[in-house]
């Protein structure tokens, strides 16, 4: 797979995404279900949002993991939080250092929904591909 | 098309998704409006939402039908609903019967949302490979 | 790259959409973060939902020709904003233009959400291939 990504403004560098990302001579792709802080036996977190974040982050390695996929492999991954200001306050060292650790570089949107499954705060929706 | 899906947790046997859909050697990809429940006329349905999505479902099948793909080909199938409590309680079963009698494996991310087109109360996005 | 559209119902010659776009022999993909009305100095902006959506077409073409992508090339554009009623009150004149003069024939899906970034009202995600 090729990838590349286009960023045409200085302040994009600041974020913890990339405005658009190509991909060229895709093996596969991956389409992963929103993840969300659920334990291994199904039990939904009710931990506050950074907590969430740092569960669901698990649960997505595990899965993009077990599926021979690779992190730096996703091209989208969507945020969708029952609050952007607590997102924005409690969790962006959180999700800064996931995402560099990972040397993910992927587009991103963020939007504050009304509701999640469960009572949920926070869900990422990963689009991957090799 | 070479599709296969991961499931890392036993939980995720009783849910009516897979945690992740890879699809390899795709010779199509089919990127879907959000469906809702409009009639032919391009009226809006005032009913209730499970009688909503039994008509989205009616209308998602035709327009994959139409475009020449399958529904066992839907590898994300978003939902977009105004009360996620109502979806879980008066469709649920209406939801199950259609993935199960379509054999669907897909991806799904569920999101309250605050409104969507004309008042209606459940919208869902597919897209289809094969 | 093959591109064809599928429009069963009467009603979809009115919208600015498609109900479906297949694409076959693909030789690239562009994944684009959500865009909306910040400028190039990353401020965003406080203006109305129309005036927002006129900035963020400017920086979806932009983003787009930076990539090397054409915007007839989206096969999904989703609209997000914080109120459906302002955004066909008025917005639609603006949409339907921009729609029209790229020849842009996508499948979309239009959300009402509780919030965006920074207080904007209106976002566009877009998916393009060529």
């Known amino acids: 797979m090729e990838k590349q990504t286009v960023d045409p403004w200085k302040w994009g560098e600041h974020t913890n995404s990339v405005q658009a990302v190509e991909v060229k001579q895709v093996a596969g792709t991956l389409y992963c279900s929103g993840q969300v802080a659920i334990d291994a036996n199904g039990q939904p977190s009710t931990a506050d949002m950074r907590s969430q974040l ?3 982050f698990q649960n997505l ?19 969708y939080t ?4 607590e997102f924005f306050t409690t969790c962006t060292d959180v999700y800064q250092a996931w995402i560099a650790s990972h040397g993910v570089k992927q587009a991103t949107t963020l939007l504050e929904v009304q509701g999640l499954f469960a009572g949920l705060t926070v869900e990422l929706e990963a689009t991957v591909v090799k």
């Open 61 to 79: 390695e595990q899965l993009i993991g077990e599926a021979g996929y690779e992190c730096s492999g996703i091209v989208r991954l969507n945020v």
């Open 54 to 56: 740092l569960q669901t």
């Open 82 to 85: 029952t609050s952007v200001t």
